[in-house]
């Protein structure tokens, strides 16, 4: 394949293949941008599509710019979204970014990487600047955007803070020079009103490339932490397995497409004919991704004990402590992320003590020892002291 073959392979939409073409064969290196907010801590399968497309653009000399919204994630994407998203705190965006990197170097490289905090340059832009920014757009442009248009003609409210989102990711890309953009295919406007922004500036507008939307866990709706059907990069490699084992059928051959870039007439036929076998290699590759061979084949044995033979695994953690209420015990182990979680999960089923399921999140198990099932996936053996 020619390199413009390989940048172009697996995209959703390139805006324009004639531009990029030019761009390739004026410039040895170009600037790649992309962009993420950090409004939840955790990287997913989905950005792993343009994580890998990246690093293609890395691996031919391009250079890298990784941005990190930690400006703009205050405002809040309004992609693709029904409502205002809600306004994150400082706190809260400096918190979720602090692992963005070592899990965006899963993927890319860390010395062909450069990491900026888009706050360098847009906390620093006067009243005078946004308006003269704000004056490139107009309202009806802004309403050629599907879920701004939705929203109007509904009746929910837009707030005028929304409008200022793709403007000052505009601003990011005329910043850094951007040669290129990579994202979702939800970030289309965004990345066309970045072109004609930069165009009146003077500038050489950015080609941008966008790729498909992952379903998330549930078939349903596209992935996201906020939704709760993410795989994330950061997820044990049982529970990456587990996860992507629970996926419905008919997401089978888009995964193998979209992650593994796989596609070809036997193994349509192979996951009609065998859909379970064919669940089972995905979850094993797509694993082996983030945590290499070794691991994945612990995760596939970790499944086929727990799920196929209904065995509780040997090597589960094992955590100690006195006589307390039982979602403070699951918090305190570290099964689960926040007490709230722990309340939730034992709300709706989901905490097993000895093969008997736990519904009042205030239960005190005595002393003793305990096989605690977490989930479908996690086990502990608790004992009280």
Known sequence: MSELEVLLSGIQD??????????????????????????????????????RKLKQFQDMGHKVVFIIGDFTAMIGDPSGRSKTRPMLTRKEVERNSQTYFEQAFKILDREKTEIRYNSEWLSKLKPENIIKLSAKVTVARMLDRDDFSERYKKGIPISMHEFLYPIFQAYDSIFIKADVEIGGSDQHFNFALTREIMRQEGLDPQVFITLPLLEGTDGKLKMSKSYGNSINFLDEPEDIFGKVMSIPDTLILKYYNLVLLKESEELKMWIKENPMR?????????????????????????????????????????????????????????????????????????????????LDENFMPEKGEYKVKIGKRKFLKLIIK
């Open 14 to 51: 390139v805006v324009t293949e004639e531009e990029l073409k030019e761009k390739l064969r004026k410039k040895k290196k170009l600037t790649v941008k992309y962009g993420a907010d950090p409004s939840k801590p955790d990287l997913h399968l989905g950005h792993y599509l343009c994580l």
């Open 278 to 358: 064919a669940k089972e290699n995905l979850a094993f590759e797509i694993t082996k991704i983030f945590w290499g061979k070794e691991k994945a084949e612990r995760a596939k044995e970790y499944f086929e004990k727990t799920f196929r033979k209904r065995e509780i695994p040997e090597d589960i953690p094992v955590h100690e402590t006195q006589k307390k209420r039982i979602f403070e015990i699951l918090y305190e182990s570290k099964v689960v992320q926040s007490k709230s979680e722990a309340r939730r999960l034992i709300r709706q089923g989901g905490v097993d003590l000895n093969g008997e399921k736990i």
